[in-house]
């Protein structure tokens, strides 16, 4: 059983929940609302914040990464429920027995949403690879969730244009990590260098500190995976499917929060992916890449808060 996480830099602790998809332990980290005089009032009978101050987010992660990552826009977000499941394989969930491709973390987002009683006033967020889940489940079932968030969304497929050289040169290296005997393979995919490598390339801010505690949180658990097999299902699966493969289903409120200097999402496709869906609304932040949720967490999350006033459960039509 993972420990409990420390209290939040908003006072708030998480509980960890427990669940099993397909026979398998997954956990989910759960962040109760700070509750305020003017929230219970807004939240009563008829009140302005009825329904929409209630509804619960749940964030899923982008790939090789867990729930610690997604923590700094929970903070942020100090008056809202918010549960941050580890996507199976990664972090404290235990590995599905299938393959780990794109319809199964959808499977396993909806299974999450089941177990925790999440209903439709839900407000559905994903980051990087999170993006592609939780696009593909809203596509299947937009009744499970009232609105949707990406957060530096995937909008260009990975193996096209100027990144497919890369991408293809990354699925080598995980296919290498899998193919290798088990403890050189570990070794290759958990090595310090190649993980400090790509967290250099996706840092873009100029503040020290904060590229030291990007580079830390990259340490600390880009490597937390079950086995070897997973990585490189999840990996192929984040360069085989793009958001834009269901934009044009996605027929509910959707908010795009994009980077202006994503190297795994141009400024150009973005706009044309927001373009394909019936109703998006995109915001991209200048001087900033694929670390949103690290780099400008509180920038997110008010946009993310601006956003559900106006257009999520319980907004003024």
């Known amino acids: 059983m993972p420990a409990p996480l420390p209290p ?4 708030r602790e998480a509980s960890v929940r427990t669940f099993e998809v397909q026979g398998t332990l997954q956990r989910c980290w759960d962040f109760a609302p700070l509750a305020t005089a003017a929230d219970a009032a807004d939240a009563g009978p008829g009140g302005p914040g009825a329904g929409q101050a209630s509804a619960p987010v749940f964030m899923v992660h982008g790939f090789r990464g867990d729930h610690h990552g997604l923590l700094r826009i929970a903070e942020a977000l100090p008056h809202r429920r918010v549960l941050i499941p580890d996507l199976p394989g990664f972090g404290s969930s235990e590995a599905l027995p299938g393959r780990h491709d794109v319809a199964a973390y959808a499977d396993f987002a909806a299974a999450a949403l089941d177990a925790l009683g999440l209903g439709p006033e839900t407000v559905l967020l994903g980051h990087s690879f999170g993006s592609i889940i939780a696009s593909a489940l809203t596509a299947r079932d937009p009744r499970r969730i009232s609105a949707l968030i990406l957060v530096n969304p995937i909008c260009e497929p990975a193996l096209e244009g100027p990144r497919g050289v890369a991408s293809k040169a990354a699925e080598l290296y995980y296919r290498a990590g899998a193919a290798l005997p088990e403890s050189a393979g570990l070794a290759l995919l958990r090595n310090r260098a190649v993980v400090r490598g790509s967290s250099i390339m996706m840092a873009k801010t ?13 340490d600390a658990y880009f ?10 299902e999840a990996f192929q699966a984040s360069i085989s499917s793009t958001v834009r493969d269901v934009a044009p289903q996605l027929e509910l409120p959707v908010l795009l929060i994009a980077a202006e200097r994503d190297d795994l999402g141009s400024v150009p496709g973005q706009r044309k992916l927001a373009a394909a869906m019936p109703d998006a609304e995109l915001h991209v932040l200048p001087g900033v890449g694929h670390l949103v949720h690290y780099e400008r967490p509180a920038e997110a999350a008010g946009l993310i808060e601006a956003f559900l006033a106006r257009r999520g459960p319980g907004a003024a039509a």
């Open 206 to 218: 100029r503040d020290r500190r904060l590229r030291r505690w990007i580079h830390g949180q990259h």
């Open 223 to 232: 490597s937390a995976f079950t086995s070897r097999r997973v990585v490189l």
């Open 8 to 11: 939040a830099a908003d006072g």
